[in-house]
């Protein structure tokens, strides 16, 4: 959600150049791409272990199989949801001479925040159930 809350705003309010801010887009992208699916994969390999755990012991685990599914509904939802957004933000990015529209690029950005805030969500949602799990573990 930082990239939403803090550091499309910073962007936003800082940039009157349309196609400098779409090019800082790109590299917030790029950063955002190499270290969020390793996270939501390791994520959910975790809760695969607790799912394991569970199965052999004979006790509880679809929470954590809830768990798990609410975190790698990401990609689905960046597929889905916000590749549209994502191609036109690139596209303009590869523009030879950069966006020229001001206007198109914070209209694009404001939905790409709010989209991104709703994949956030997610695995917030992931997290949630796993330590609600854990905690109804640590109750019994």
């Given at each position: 959600m930082g990239l939403s809350l803090i550091a499309i705003p910073v962007l936003v309010e800082i940039n009157t150049n349309p196609a400098h801010l779409v090019r800082q887009w790109a590299r917030?992208?790029?950063?955002?791409?190499?270290?969020?699916?390793?996270?939501?994969?390791?994520?959910?390999l975790?809760?695969?272990?607790?799912?394991?755990?569970?199965?052999?012991?004979?006790?509880?685990?679809?929470?954590?199989?809830f768990a798990a599914a609410a975190t790698m509904s990401i990609v689905p939802f960046t597929w889905l949801v916000?590749?549209?957004?994502?191609?036109?933000?690139?596209?303009?990015?590869?523009?030879?001479?950069?966006?020229?529209?001001?206007?198109?690029?914070?209209?694009?950005?404001?939905?790409?925040?709010f989209l991104h805030i709703l994949r956030s969500l997610l695995p917030l949602t992931g997290a949630i159930l796993g330590l609600s799990g854990t905690l109804q573990e640590k109750s019994t």
């Open positions: 917030l992208y790029e950063y955002g791409i190499r270290l969020m699916p390793a996270g939501a994969i390791g994520t959910t975790l809760y695969g272990y607790s799912i394991a755990a569970r199965l052999r012991s004979n006790r509880p685990w679809h929470i954590y199989a916000m590749l549209p957004t994502n191609s036109v933000l690139f596209g303009l990015n590869a523009l030879p001479g950069g966006a020229e529209d001001l206007d198109q690029v914070l209209g694009l950005l404001a939905k790409w925040k």
